[in-house]
């Protein structure tokens, strides 16, 4: 199957700081690339539809200038939480379509993020 | 507003049974149908998917059986073994949009 991986894995941060997590399709070209947010044994809530070369689109309740996402090239998508504090940790997971217009989506391997 | 309803929350299940995860959808405009198994830490492996022009796939032990009509769709996992225990996510959506997942199940297969 497709293979998008994401970076880091795990990362540890203080308060008031800003992460930047990457999500790449390895193997293909992502047009568009999604985000999502798990809490701890509950389901993947969509954050933001990142579309390359354009704006993201927030779900409601998204802070979108807390939660910066940019999609630069057709392999790279980055979410960069701004100024994390403690609620902000979560896992983060991107997922990226293979083909367009399938619905087939691919997720990389999520980000764990603790603000200490 | 839950668009995919998943249903038992937890399953417990011997090795050698049969594992059924139900899911229920009200969008008719959905038309990708897929499920994802995860475990801990990890992010979603896609398992199976099924579109609508179709009421049964089946890809080794896992079989999604899809009820148009009803707007229902199931998981089964024949002859469950104790590397299954995961949790399965349901999820729905239009080709091409992003997709809404059901709550989750988490199966525990007992030797």
């Known amino acids: 199957g497709a293979v998008v991986s994401q970076h880091p894995s795990r990362v540890i941060c203080k308060s008031g700081t800003s992460v930047k997590i990457e999500c790449r399709s390895l193997?293909?070209?992502?047009?568009?690339m999604f985000w999502y947010r798990q809490f701890p044994k509950q389901s993947l809530m969509l954050m933001a539809t990142?579309?390359?070369?354009?704006?993201?689109?927030?779900e409601q309740g998204v802070e979108k200038d807390k939660f910066l996402i940019n999609h630069a090239s057709l392999t790279l998508s980055t979410l960069t939480v701004t100024s994390a504090h403690p609620e902000d940790s979560s896992f983060y997971i991107c997922?990226?379509?293979?083909?367009?217009?399938?619905?087939?989506?691919?997720f990389g391997e999520g980000s764990r993020l603790t603000v200490l | 507003q839950q668009q995919v309803k998943q249903s038992p929350q937890s399953l417990i299940v011997q090795k050698g049974g049969i594992s059924i995860i139900n899911c229920a959808y009200e969008?008719?405009?959905?038309?990708?149908f897929p499920w994802y198994q995860q475990f801990p830490g990890k992010g979603p492996a896609l398992l199976i998917a099924?579109?609508?022009?179709?009421s049964e796939k089946k890809e080794g032990r896992f079989t999604i059986s899809f009820n148009k009509s009803a707007k229902q769709f199931s998981l089964h996992i024949m002859d469950s073994q104790p590397g299954d225990s995961a949790t399965y996510f349901c999820?729905?959506?239009?080709?091409?949009?992003?997709?809404?997942f059901g709550k989750g199940t988490s199966l525990l297969v007992t030797p």
């Open positions: 997922s990226a379509s293979r083909l367009a217009r399938t619905g087939e989506l691919f």
């Open positions: 193997d293909f070209q992502a047009t568009t």
């Open positions: 990142s579309n390359e070369g354009s704006k993201a689109t927030y």
């Open positions: 969008n008719t405009a959905f038309d990708y």
């Open positions: 099924i579109r609508p022009d179709v």
């Open positions: 999820a729905a959506s239009t080709s091409g949009y992003a997709l809404n």
